[in-house]
Nanobody, 114 residues
Framework: QVQLVESGGGFVQAGGSLRLSCVAS???????MSWYRQAPGKERELVAT???????DYADSVKGRFTISGDFLRNTVYLQMNSLKPEDTALYYC?????????WGQGTQVTVSS
């Protein structure tokens, strides 16, 4: 069994910053690590992803503001979020592909006030 443990969510004013982290309970090779988010009434969307080759990709809405990084030796992924906007408010989910299987975190709430 693999569990993803997230931390770093919370409340912040517009323009502020937060840093999310997520670590897997087992040290197994990870091919990709990502962050998704889901706001009320919205579909879950991919925010950022990083592959084992260190290739990164971002949703257009967060480019230039968010940075994803990963420690593949420790199955850990981070999301540095700067210049936060109210529209960034959502439940953020960590996602990892481990041993060819997808795993999801429980979600951590990010709320940005105007």
């Amino acid at each position: 069994q693999v569990q993803l443990v997230e931390s770093g969510g919370g409340f912040v004013q517009a323009g502020g910053s937060l840093r999310l982290s997520c670590v897997a309970s087992r040290n197994i090779w990870t091919s990709a690590m990502s962050w998704y988010r889901q706001a009320p009434g919205k579909e879950r969307e991919l925010v950022a992803t990083i592959t084992s080759r260190r290739i990164t990709d971002y949703a257009d809405s967060v480019k230039g503001r968010f940075t994803i990084s990963g420690d593949f030796l420790r199955n850990t992924v981070y999301l540095q979020m700067n210049s936060l906007k109210p529209e960034d408010t959502a439940l953020y989910y960590c996602h990892m592909v481990i041993a060819q299987l997808p795993y999801w975190g429980q979600g951590t709430q990010v709320t940005v006030s105007s």
